[in-house]
């Protein structure tokens, strides 16, 4: 590391920092702010949330013992300046990398991430279940969750906190709250009621007066009703928390938690409180660099620095999220009954154009995916048009939704899935490669999905034409490819495959953004005087029944080339159909492994899993060698 990072270089572990003055913690923390901006700069990765908390993390490792105490981040991805301070400060310049270390936690990545998570809202639910974990076990840590007032919004963490004030157990909670302004309630006032209502010697007082009236012999119910209503009247008047007092979860704040020395004074003076209390702390998202401050939304997640060539390549082929957004915002315009919904994605879904051109027809719900499911199909029920964006990852979350609230209902919501395949430096925990099986498994509805931006277009004029029952379409992250904006719009026949090439003995069919690998690799064995027939199996459900039957019976071998996992893939069906005919091809399924895959770029994912042209077409040469007898 530079010689700039003087103090940072001396912290290998949270033990390093617990010796330092306040002086060197400042410094400490714009070290760690410094180094995340250079580092982050250069590999991409989120940078605005991370900065906003790097106070809390050091106040975090200053007063706690991690990881005899445990620290749980929601979702994780603020969570940089933590791996830093826990041992991997010169393995942050491999963060999102292939090979290197997550942007989320991950267990097996250190002692110190302690729950892993790549979806928001699931914080407090694991702290209530580490905090029971640690009673029965006769244990006397702290469980620490660490929640964004965005997570807070997901249904999880009201079931969570629920759970958690029924059970009355002793853990913390630290809503961080980095709206772009600072609330009038962090200033000196607030400053000094924090100081009261956190001091020691204040929560003993207000323990013992609690003992001494239920020893009273009479009255002390009316007294300490009289006390609570006290102590109520003055919190609705200074303090935004009563709600979650009156859900047996103590609540102080809201102070500066950018405030390095009041974030460490107040953790020390509420760290023993023995029942279960949330601190509400104002944070500042980016803080540190300008650019972030200003736009922390940009600067949520961004790219590696650019390389000669890359701007050139991202002018010419836009992503498929920015042909839907373009497309629905001009059918929008159109069809009145069109509305947009969407889970706190409206720019990572491309909808930012369409709630600028519609804003009373676009609703941006929160991180409260079952919720938008349901939302949409009541207003499909009343006549609208809802076209719900969210990423295939995300969806997951809202399955039983989908089945009961959407499918059973035959409700015509169009969805369109985002990030649908592997999504590369987000890692597993994002990459959307379920969907078609576990939309596939519900009765009734249609999945499709794209080869190109001029066949998404058509698939949404599709969709908005069907009213039997839900209309899914997934996509990658990744370009369009092919999209001229001259073609018009058409519907195409629900089910209906399209044959791209007519060949002999071999056919290659693909799934979305497979198509364009596939006819690379028919292009290759091209070259060695094969021919394929090419299929574009658009349709993953229905699927077009009598075009395979057709092609099972009049090829010898049959590719399927599709990124999904194979459990449930279009692959695996038509390999029954195969099955159960006579004289049918022998399929080979190209798809995702049964397992996990890390993070990495697209391209180093895609040949991990050996879904490349080249590996496609040495297996095809493989297969027909065998079958000459000559390899």
């Not at 209530?128 to 997901?154: N, P």
């Not at 660099?289 to 890359?310: L, R, V, Y």
């Amino acid at each position: 590391m530079s010689d700039k990072y003087k103090l940072l270089n001396t912290i290998d572990s949270p033990k390093d920092l617990k010796v330092l003055s306040e002086a060197k913690l400042l410094q400490l923390c714009q070290e760690i702010r410094a180094y995340t901006i250079e580092v982050v700069s250069e590999t991409g990765g989120h940078l605005a949330p991370t900065l906003g908390v790097v106070e809390l993390s050091v106040a975090l490792h200053k007063v706690f013992d991690s990881p005899k105490d445990k620290i749980i981040w929601d979702v994780g991805h603020q969570a940089y300046a933590h791996k830093i301070i826990t041992g991997r400060r010169d393995a942050l310049k491999t963060i999102r990398q292939y090979g290197g270390i997550s942007g989320f936690c991950k267990p097996n990545e250190s002692e110190h991430d302690i729950y892993g998570a790549g979806h928001a809202s699931t914080s407090i639910s694991a702290g209530v279940g580490f905090a029971i974990a640690r009673d029965l076990k006769g244990e006397s840590h702290q469980i620490i969750s660490v929640i964004g007032d965005g997570a807070l919004t997901g249904g999880l963490s009201f079931e969570g906190l629920n759970n958690l004030g029924s059970l009355r157990t002793r853990m913390m909670i630290i809503l961080n709250d980095n709206e772009m302004s600072i609330s009038p309630n962090v200033g000196a006032m607030a400053k000094y009621l924090s100081k009261i209502t956190t001091n020691p010697l204040y929560n003993r007082v207000r323990e013992e007066l609690w003992k001494i009236t239920g020893k009273l012999p009479v009255g002390k119910s009316t007294i300490r009703t009289g006390i609570k209503k006290i102590e109520e009247s003055l919190k609705n008047l200074l303090v935004p928390g009563v709600i979650f007092d009156e859900m047996g979860i103590r609540y102080f704040g809201p102070i500066d938690g950018n405030d390095l020395p009041l974030m460490i004074e107040t953790l020390e003076n509420i760290k023993d409180i023995n029942t279960p209390i949330i601190l509400h702390i104002i944070t500042k998202k980016g803080l540190g660099f300008t650019e972030a401050e200003e736009n922390p939304s940009k600067f949520h997640g961004i790219g590696p620095a650019a390389k000669p060539g890359d701007e050139t390549t991202r002018k010419v082929v836009p992503p498929f999220l920015n042909i839907f957004g373009e497309e629905l915002t001009k059918l929008a315009t159109k069809d009145k009954r069109i509305v947009a919904v969407t889970a706190a994605m409206r720019d990572g879904t491309g909808l930012s154009g369409f709630s600028e051109k519609h804003p009373d027809r676009f609703y941006d719900v929160g991180i409260a995916e079952g919720h938008a499911v349901t939302f949409a199909g009541a207003l499909a029920s009343r006549g609208l048009r809802p076209f719900v964006a969210i990423y295939s990852t995300f969806l997951q979350r809202a399955y039983d939704m989908l089945v009961h609230d959407i499918a059973v209902q035959k409700l015509p919501v169009i969805f369109m899935l985002d990030r649908a395949g592997l999504v590369g430096e987000d890692g597993p925990t994002h990459h959307g490669v379920f969907d078609l099986a576990y939309l596939s498994s519900i009765p009734g509805v249609v999945v499709a999905s794209p080869r190109n931006g001029e066949e998404l277009r058509h698939l949404m004029q599709t969709a908005l034409n069907y009213t039997d029952g839900p209309f899914f379409i997934r996509y990658p992250k990744a370009s369009a490819e092919k999209n001229r904006k001259t073609i018009k719009s058409k519907a195409l026949e629900i089910g209906k495959w399209e044959t791209l090439a007519e060949g002999q003995n071999v056919a290659i069919l693909a799934v979305g953004s497979m198509n364009g690998i596939a006819d690379k690799a028919a292009a290759i064995i091209g070259s060695e005087g094969l021919k394929a027939t090419r299929i574009d199996a658009k349709f993953v459900k229905p699927y077009d029944a009598q075009r395979l039957k057709q092609i099972l019976t009049t090829h010898s071998n049959v590719f399927m080339v599709e990124e999904n996992n194979y459990p449930g893939s279009l692959a695996q069906t038509i390999q029954a159909v195969s099955a159960s005919l006579a004289d049918s091809a022998c399929v080979y399924a190209h798809t995702l492994p049964d397992e996990f895959v890390t993070h990495g770029s697209r391209s180093q994912l895609l040949a991990e899993v050996k879904l490349t042209p080249e590996e496609i077409a040495a297996s095809i040469l493989r297969v027909l060698a065998k079958e000459t007898g000559v390899e």
